[in-house]
T-cell receptor, first 116, second 116 residues
Framework: GAVVSQHPSRVICKSGTSVKIECRSLDFQATTMFWYRQFPKKSLMLMATSNEGSKATYEQGVEKDKFLINHASLTLSTLTVTSAHPEDSSFYIC????????????FGSGTQLSVL | AQKVTQAQTEISVVEKEDVTLDCVYETRDTTYYLFWYKQPPSGELVFLIRRNSFDEQNEISGRYSWNFQKSTSSFNFTITASQVVDSAVYFCALSEANTNAGKSTFGDGTTLTVKP
């Protein structure tokens, strides 16, 4: 079945540094990928929709200059948390769709970001 | 506005017991899709089922079964003869027709613990 690979699985960084998270679709092309943030014991919050070859679409309240998204190819989207602060510490998950609009999503295994 | 409510925050059962996870949704659309996902401790969400609003047939897949009732806006999930490997967080999600599944509204999840 379709697989989405997300790296790194865990990252610890100092406040003020930038962190890049990669999301790859391994055996299918994904023109659209999604980035979510999940707080402990909470649901997934959609941050942005990553579109191959064009700008990402951000959800209300998400700072686009803070969370930079690049979808340079049909199999790779990256999320860069710029100038990270402790409040950015969270579990970040990506997903990709392998078919039409409402087909099932395939999720990455998530990245636990801890900002000291 | 869409809303998904999973009233059960945590459920604990003993292996081989049957368990039902509740999901109640709100939407103004007549056409929509409902999903269930499983998030094991590893973090990756795994797709379990997708159901469109015009298909009210209940579905069974091995030990899993789903009961969709539009009259009560519910899409409940039952695990029969639960096993320890079923321990995970389960999310119910709703997306409108013509809306990307990635923009689904997720419930807060139900943490299921199956004890040996």
């Amino acid at each position: 079945g379709a697989v989405v690979s997300q790296h790194p699985s865990r990252v610890i960084c100092k406040s003020g540094t930038s962190v890049k998270i990669e999301c790859r679709s391994l055996d299918f092309q994904a023109t659209t990928m999604f980035w979510y943030r999940q707080f402990p014991k909470k649901s997934l919050m959609l941050m942005a929709t990553s579109n191959e070859g064009s700008k990402a679409t951000y959800e209300q309240g998400v700072e686009k200059d803070k969370f930079l998204i690049n979808h340079a190819s049909l199999t790779l989207s990256t999320l860069t948390v710029t100038s990270a602060h402790p409040e950015d510490s969270s579990f970040y998950i990506c997903s990709a769709r392998a078919g039409s609009t409402n087909e099932k999503l395939f999720f990455g295994s998530g990245t636990q970001l801890s900002v000291l | 506005a869409q809303k998904v409510t999973q009233a059960q925050t945590e459920i604990s059962v003993v292996e081989k017991e049957d368990v039902t996870l509740d999901c109640v949704y709100e939407t103004r659309d007549t056409t929509y899709y409902l999903f269930w996902y499983k998030q094991p401790p590893s973090g990756e969400l795994v797709f379990l089922i997708r159901r469109n609003s015009f298909d009210e047939q209940n579905e069974i897949s091995g030990r899993y079964s789903w009961n969709f009732q539009k009259s009560t806006s519910s899409f409940n999930f039952t695990i029969t003869a639960s096993q320890v490997v079923d321990s995970a967080v389960y999310f119910c999600a709703l997306s409108e027709a013509n809306t990307n599944a990635g923009k689904s509204t997720f419930g807060d999840g139900t943490t299921l613990t199956v004890k040996p």
